[in-house]
């Protein structure tokens, strides 16, 4: 008989970064209220767990982030004057963000890292498995990453977290996974991690990008976890101790992707979504796609 595993519900996005990379862009708007074509790329983030059946999502923000709360709550002023002027489709849009989850926040206050940004949910999810949505990163709505690892936990239990092949140079910058292969293709039991190893060092091309589907005995591990790289609370340092003793909180498996992924925390990498998601856009497409051909035929 297949064992039965807790449904999923809640999601958490940490969103107390600084975003120091989109300096001064970011000096007095978070980050994460950039806009990715005419979408702040948080609302992404929030539509893909609500997309995986996660809809109470809880916020780890910090000083400065008021308008992430703004943002998806009313803004009666505003609908007011769009009802006025009769602009349904403006108001459906404004409305669209408020409507999305039940939102709840949660201030981190210290910046000790991601492991710390993940404990301060624990009085909200509880003894229940939860999704963990870096907002840096924009999956693809057409591939549905989430809600695959959410079903991996549900058949599993224990821990799932996503995985992508990186060119070997490259895997310094992420965390670094020892993995197995499973009867399933994209599918690996995770044997071992470790956060941005020097290439020589890593067991594999295997990253970490930011999804996770995790069991709440992580929480009482990352209680424990000494501030590791760069002296923060590293939640790789706590998945590694979960990955090598199944008793404490289940197994660890990863799921490599092989999709569409944008990295919105790199200045390239968020110029090259916003040109890739305005030219699949019905509305935009088109024309955008037209001048984009006359002006890359003109420099080259």
């Known amino acids: 008989m297949t064992e039965s595993h807790p449904t999923i519900t809640k999601a958490v996005i940490p969103a107390a970064g600084l975003g120091t990379r989109f300096l001064p862009a970011t000096k007095a708007t978070p980050k994460e209220m950039l806009p990715v074509v005419d979408k702040p790329a948080i609302q992404y983030v929030v539509e893909e767990a609500v997309a995986a059946g996660l809809s109470d999502v809880l916020m780890v923000t910090g000083r400065n982030k008021r308008p ?9 002023e505003l609908e007011e004057a769009l009802v006025r ?3 349904q489709n403006r108001l459906a849009k404004v409305q669209e963000s408020s409507d999305l989850a039940t939102m709840h926040y949660v201030r981190q206050g210290d910046p000790k890292g991601l492991g710390h940004a ?12 939860f999704a963990v949505l870096l907002g840096d990163d924009l999956i693809d709505a057409r591939d549905p990453l989430l809600q695959r690892m959410v079903d991996i ?7 799932v977290i996503a995985l ?22 994209d599918v690996v039991k ?5 956060e941005k190893p020097e290439p020589a060092d890593a067991p594999s091309n295997l990253a970490i990008i930011g999804r996770y589907v995790l ?6 591990v990352l209680r424990k976890t000494e501030p590791g790289r760069g002296g923060e609370i590293q939640l790789t340092d706590a998945l590694q101790q979960l990955a090598a003793d199944e008793k404490i909180g289940g ?10 992924r944008y990295d919105t925390g790199d200045r390239g990498d968020y110029l090259r979504a916003i040109v890739r998601l305005a030219c699949e856009r019905e509305d935009l497409g088109p024309d955008f796609r037209a001048w984009l051909r006359s002006y890359v035929t003109e420099e080259m």
């Open 215 to 220: 069991d709440p005995a992580v929480f009482d």
């Open 85 to 87: 002027k009769g602009d």
């Open 153 to 159: 936990q549900a058949r599993e239990g224990g821990s």
């Open 251 to 260: 197994p660890v498996h990863g799921v490599v992707f092989k999709g569409r």
């Open 118 to 129: 993940v404990l301060c949910a624990a009085p909200h999810v509880g003894s229940e498995p």
């Open 164 to 185: 992508m092949e990186v060119d070997p140079a490259q895997i310094h910058m992420y965390g670094c996974a020892a993995a197995e292969p499973t009867g399933e293709g």
């Open 190 to 194: 995770v044997t071992g991690l470790v």
């Open 68 to 76: 992430l709360e703004d943002h998806f709550d009313r803004n009666y």
